[in-house]
């Protein structure tokens, strides 16, 4: 079945960096668009970046020129690059993909941004 597993959460500072990771499993990886989607205290789940199939990319206007999304098809992973981290940037970090009809979720990856 279906299985997303993020990794690479944690404790940065203001203006550090942090990779996060996500390795996917039950399905033709790289036929798939994946997201990166985030959800702070108090707040909706939100999307953040998305990889096509193709490799094209898009990105919430609060991240574009600080975050970027790749892929590696060879290693069925996806992952979300994030420079120049804020605070406003702390959440739960989930991946995401829809087969089919039914969408699929990660278990998410804490990211705190914090001095």
């Known amino acids: 079945q279906v299985q997303l597993v993020e990794s690479g959460g944690g404790l940065v500072q203001p203006g550090g960096s942090l990779r996060v990771s996500c390795a996917a499993s039950g399905f033709f990886f790289r036929l798939y668009d994946m997201d990166w989607y985030r959800q702070a205290p108090g707040k909706q789940r939100e999307l953040v970046a998305t990889?096509?199939?193709?490799?094209?990319?898009h990105y919430a206007d609060s991240v574009k020129g600080r975050f970027t999304i790749s892929r590696d098809n060879a290693k069925n992973t996806v992952y979300l690059q994030m420079n120049n981290l804020k605070p406003e940037d702390t959440a739960v970090y989930y991946c995401h993909t829809q087969v089919g009809v039914r969408e699929y979720w990660g278990q998410g990856t804490q990211v705190t941004v914090s001095s």
């Open positions: 990889i096509t199939g193709g490799g094209r990319t």
